[in-house]
């Protein structure tokens, strides 16, 4: 039915930003609305209050600037009942406003050795980012070491909570597909339209936030450089999450678009299959993608899917939705990163302008060779997991406020 090994090529035309309905970020201007994201870290949210941010340090865009005092009141001082995730970057606690805006702030781990214009500057980048499945910025705060970023509340959680989580509302077809579409178009946007171009380098499921109409919100982008912490995933050494990570990043140390994409490849695994990345628990030491591997050769080859659809759905699919789910799946993740598709044509083919006729067609001439060697340029989930799999991390320190929990 389709090929993971051969080149995606969209029929005709290059993906253009008006086919994915993304637009340019409109002006900054002193109304601009609040729309914010989620992650976080901090270091000791129980002490004496810190001085305001140095006076006159305005960043010259709308998104308001708060002193510690503010935020200290808006989270009841950084009260623990009020913690909704924790990770890499630091805490990120529940706020309200005095306007009623419910917010969520970030408290960036200390000693990044970041200075007020560098975080100036990589804020003000974020907060230019305008698109319906981005989560946007409210504002900042600088207060001596301490660095908070202040994002819009997503009241739905994660995807990795609704995928993983039990008492979740379970996820149907239609929905994954509408999650994935829309996650794309938000990737899409940060790769494609945005001046400067945005990298997000930590795509997985806990950095897909979800409304309370299942739209997805993609969270933590722009934010790799704002921690040097060595001692964390995001840090210069290390970045992206394991489990997610595209071959490449073993041998070259960077992380590009097409290292996005291979990252985005493994949530639609996620989406798909219901499982895990890394199944962080469990004695198996394979990776989702060791595991997708077969199966989806079997896919290409006879054209089922079935073993690899979660089988919580009952088998209660459309199947044309799923297949271009699963064909994108493989293409994302293939090996060689310059073989892998643009974001833009990923929601392309999830939209349907691309039809499964025309990408099979495309996909035809590899189909000879198509898991007939793992060491093929062309196979397109060659094996990446010694990495994934080496550096598989431990068990969670908490079920609660897991890294997982809320887009850190």
């Given at each position: 039915?389709?090929?993971?090994?051969?080149?995606?090529?969209?029929?005709?035309?290059?993906?253009?930003?008006?086919?994915?309905?993304?637009?340019?970020?409109?002006?900054?201007?002193?109304?601009a609305?609040?729309?914010?994201?989620?992650?976080?870290?901090?270091?000791?949210?129980?002490?004496?209050l810190?001085?305001?941010?140095?006076?006159?340090?305005?960043?010259g865009?709308s998104?308001?600037?708060?002193?510690?005092?503010?935020?200290?009141?808006?989270?009841?001082?950084?009260d623990?009942?009020?913690?909704?995730?924790?990770?890499?970057?630091?805490?990120?606690y529940?706020?309200?406003?005095?306007?009623?805006?419910?917010?969520?702030?970030?408290?960036?781990?200390?000693?990044?050795?970041?200075?007020?214009?560098?975080f100036?500057?990589?804020?003000?980048?974020?907060s230019?980012?305008?698109?319906?499945?981005?989560?946007?910025?409210?504002?900042?705060?600088?207060?001596?070491?301490?660095?908070?970023?202040?994002?819009?509340?997503?009241?739905?959680?994660?995807?990795?909570?609704?995928?993983?989580?039990?008492?979740?509302?379970?996820?149907?077809?239609?929905?994954?597909?509408?999650?994935?579409?829309?996650?794309?178009?938000g990737?899409?946007?940060?790769?494609?339209?945005?001046?400067?171009?945005?990298?997000?380098?930590?795509?997985?499921?806990?950095?897909?936030?979800?409304?309370?109409?299942?739209?997805?919100?993609?969270?933590?982008?722009g934010?790799?450089?704002?921690?040097?912490?060595?001692n964390?995933?995001?840090?210069?050494?290390?970045m992206?999450?394991?489990?997610?990570?595209?071959?490449?990043?073993?041998?070259?140390?960077?992380?590009?678009e097409k290292?996005?994409?291979?990252?985005?490849?493994?949530?639609?695994?996620?989406?798909?299959?219901?499982?895990?990345?890394?199944?962080?628990?469990?004695?198996?030491?394979?990776?989702?993608?060791?595991?997708?591997?077969?199966?989806?050769?079997?896919?290409?080859?006879?054209?089922?899917?079935?073993?690899?659809?979660?089988?919580?759905?009952?088998?209660?699919?459309?199947?044309?939705?799923?297949?271009?789910m699963?064909?994108?799946?493989?293409?994302?993740?293939?090996?060689?990163?310059?073989?892998?598709?643009?974001?833009?044509?990923?929601?392309?083919?999830?939209e349907?302008?691309?039809?499964?006729?025309?990408?099979?067609?495309?996909?035809m001439?590899?189909?000879?060779?198509?898991?007939s060697?793992?060491?093929?340029?062309?196979?397109?989930?060659?094996?990446?997991?010694?990495?994934?799999?080496?550096?598989?991390?431990?068990?969670?320190?908490?079920?609660?406020f897991?890294?997982?929990?809320?887009?850190?």
């Amino acid at each position: 039915m389709f090929n993971i090994g051969a080149q995606l090529q969209v029929p005709n035309q290059q993906p253009q930003p008006s086919d994915i309905h993304l637009k340019m970020p409109p002006p900054i201007s002193s109304s601009a609305s609040y729309e914010p994201h989620k992650s976080g870290d901090s270091s000791g949210p129980y002490q004496s209050l810190l001085p305001p941010p140095h006076p006159g340090f305005a960043m010259g865009f709308s998104h308001n600037t708060f002193t510690y005092d503010e935020l200290a009141t808006a989270t009841r001082g950084f009260d623990r009942s009020l913690l909704i995730g924790q990770g890499g970057f630091g805490y990120v606690y529940k706020g309200v406003l005095p306007n009623g805006k419910e917010v969520a702030v970030k408290s960036l781990k200390a000693g990044s050795g970041q200075g007020e214009r560098e975080f100036q500057a990589e804020v003000e980048i974020i907060s230019r980012v305008h698109h319906r499945h981005l989560v946007s910025l409210v504002g900042y705060c600088i207060a001596g070491e301490k660095r908070m970023l202040v994002y819009e509340f997503i009241p739905n959680r994660t995807l990795e909570y609704h995928l993983q989580r039990k008492g979740r509302v379970f996820l149907d077809c239609s929905t994954r597909l509408k999650i994935a579409l829309g996650s794309a178009k938000g990737f899409a946007y940060l790769h494609e339209d945005c001046i400067p171009r945005i990298i997000h380098r930590d795509i997985k499921a806990a950095n897909i936030l979800i409304d309370n109409q299942f739209e997805a919100k993609v969270a933590d982008f722009g934010l790799a450089k704002l921690s040097a912490d060595e001692n964390t995933h995001v840090s210069t050494r290390i970045m992206g999450t394991f489990g997610y990570l595209a071959p490449e990043y073993a041998s070259t140390g960077k992380l590009t678009e097409k290292s996005d994409v291979f990252s985005y490849g493994v949530v639609l695994l996620e989406l798909i299959t219901g499982r895990r990345a890394v199944e962080i628990d469990s004695d198996d030491d394979d990776s989702l993608i060791d595991w997708a591997t077969p199966v989806l050769i079997q896919a290409s080859e006879g054209g089922s899917f079935d073993e690899m659809v979660d089988p919580r759905l009952g088998g209660n699919y459309n199947r044309n939705e799923m297949h271009r789910m699963v064909a994108c799946a493989a293409i994302c993740l293939r090996h060689a990163a310059k073989r892998r598709p643009k974001m833009s044509q990923v929601v392309r083919i999830l939209e349907g302008d691309v039809s499964l006729e025309d990408l099979n067609k495309a996909n035809m001439k590899s189909n000879a060779t198509l898991g007939s060697s793992e060491t093929s340029p062309d196979y397109a989930l060659h094996s990446n997991n010694g990495d994934n799999r080496r550096n598989k991390p431990g068990s969670m320190s908490s079920q609660e406020f897991s890294s997982g929990e809320y887009g850190l």
